[in-house]
Structure formats: structure tokens, C-alpha cells
């Protein structure tokens, strides 16, 4: 929802972004890419529940299905970003954040 959140995308341009965003787990094998076959029942869902809408639209000469964020889904998404704040200004994660931070 994130990316969603910052414009409107069509499934293959979103699989790479997140795919990138987690890079260096995936280099790691910490997780796998995140494939078509996944993401787009995913993206299916998120629709039928009114986070997200579709539209049709170009990408290299080819029509493509573009996704954004509806206002239902921009509260969802806010929700969770509040929820995430409190939980990374815990006192253990803001340990383990400081620690990432640090150098030896």
C-alpha cells in the first residue's frame, strides 16, 4: 500500500519495487522474490475490499492494469503506519533501531 500510496502502478512495476525494497533478505534468502502468481491474487483482494481500484493504462505501447489507493484504503494504510510508529517507539525496538545504527 505504501508504494500505492505515492502513485499509481501496474502489477509488474510494483512486483519489482517490492522485490527491491527487499533485496537484501531476498540476496539472503531470508524470503523469496515475490512472484506474479502471488501478488496478483493479492492485488484481487485488496480490490474486492476497496483498499485499492484498478484502471487500464499504457505501459510501452502495451495496456497494462494500473493500480491506486482509494480514500478507504488511504485509512487503512494510515491505521497501519500509526500502528507501526507506537510498536517501532517501544522501548526494545528503539534499542535494536540504535543498534543498527551504530558502528564498530
Not at 476497496?50 to 505501459?59: C, D, K, P, R, V
Not at 500502528?83 to 540504535?98: G, H, P, R, Y
Amino acid at each position: 500500500m505504501w508504494f500505492l500510496s505515492k502513485e499509481k502502478l501496474h502489477g509488474y512495476i510494483l512486483i519489482k519495487k517490492i522485490n527491491q525494497f527487499f533485496k537484501p533478505q531476498i540476496d539472503h534468502n531470508l524470503m523469496t522474490p515475490i512472484r506474479a502468481s502471488k501478488m496478483y491474487p493479492v492485488l484481487k483482494r485488496m480490490e474486492e475490499d476497496g483498499l485499492i481500484i484498478s484502471s487500464e493504462g499504457m505501459h510501452n505501447n502495451k495496456k497494462v492494469k494500473e493500480y491506486e489507493i482509494t480514500p478507504q484504503g488511504y485509512e487503512v494504510y494510515h491505521t497501519i503506519r500509526l500502528q507501526l510508529k507506537e510498536f517501532i517507539e517501544s522501548d526494545m525496538w528503539f534499542e535494536f533501531l540504535l543498534d543498527l545504527l551504530v558502528t564498530e
